[in-house]
């Protein structure tokens, strides 16, 4: 079993639509990062959490500690939304990260 | 504030031979961590350094190795390689530990 599960891993959406992708891990944390990586490969850090919820314009980040599970929601979906979302925990000391498989969201027009 | 810059953005290599890819980092940040990424296996860690010591190391093989300057740009080093090495490999920086990582271009790796 992999220590960081996504789900769903493909996600089709019209645009404006609620979003939320779900994130479940098995090791203990000091934070939990969602990040959105577009085609070409670059990725952008959306969210740091070690506790609560996050809000940043319509992305909205929440993570529950006790039943290690965290959530990403986007608001009022569009298409400029559509890219890969990858949720990675990092352990109690250092940087290291430790990935998720992904989560591939479409936004139709 | 200029971001994480990666060198080169592409390269092409054959079986056995070697390569270096180089991170700077953004001004000021300390630590740099190393990422593989390959379409079977996903994004994973292979070396953190900061302050120019290795602090911590992924599940690869001695031919990856790695290194941080004084001035906080890093190397990272495949030596004999193998098919299986080609991917996207990411460098991200961060002020210091336990920080928000920001993500280099990458580089591209195809070994042939």
């Known amino acids: 079993k992999n220590e960081v599960e996504q789900s769903p891993q493909n996600l089709t959406a019209q645009e404006g639509e609620f979003i939320t992708i779900n994130c479940s891990y098995s090791?203990?944390?000091?934070?939990l990062h969602w990040l959105q990586q577009h085609p070409g490969g670059g990725i952008v850090s959306l969210f740091m959490?070690?506790?609560g919820k996050k809000k940043h314009g319509r992305l909205i980040a929440t993570i529950n500690i006790q039943e290690k599970h965290s959530s990403l929601h986007i608001t009022a979906s569009h298409p400029r939304d559509s890219a890969v979302y990858i949720c990675?925990?990092?352990?109690?000391?250092?940087?290291?990260?430790?990935f998720g498989a992904g989560t591939i969201l479409r936004v139709k027009s | 504030k200029a971001g994480v810059t990666q060198t080169p953005r592409y390269l092409i290599k054959t079986r056995g031979q070697q390569v270096t890819l180089s991170c700077s980092p953004i001004?000021?940040?300390?630590?740099v961590s190393w990422y593989q990424q390959t379409p079977g296996q996903g994004l994973q860690f292979l070396f953190e350094?900061?302050?120019?010591?290795?602090?911590n190391k992924g599940n690869f093989p001695g031919r990856f190795s790695g290194r941080q300057f004084s001035n906080s740009r890093s190397e990272m080093n495949v030596s004999t390689l193998e098919l299986g090495d080609s991917a996207l490999y990411l460098c991200?920086?961060?002020?210091?530990?336990?920080?928000?990582?920001?993500f280099g271009p990458g580089t591209r790796l195809l070994v042939l």
């Open positions: 991200a920086s961060t002020l210091g530990l336990q920080e928000t990582q920001y």
């Open positions: 090791v203990g944390i000091s934070a």
């Open positions: 959490l070690s506790s």
């Open positions: 990675a925990v990092r352990g109690e000391y250092g940087n290291k990260l430790v």
């Open positions: 001004s000021g940040h300390r630590s």
């Open positions: 350094y900061f302050s120019e010591t290795q602090r």
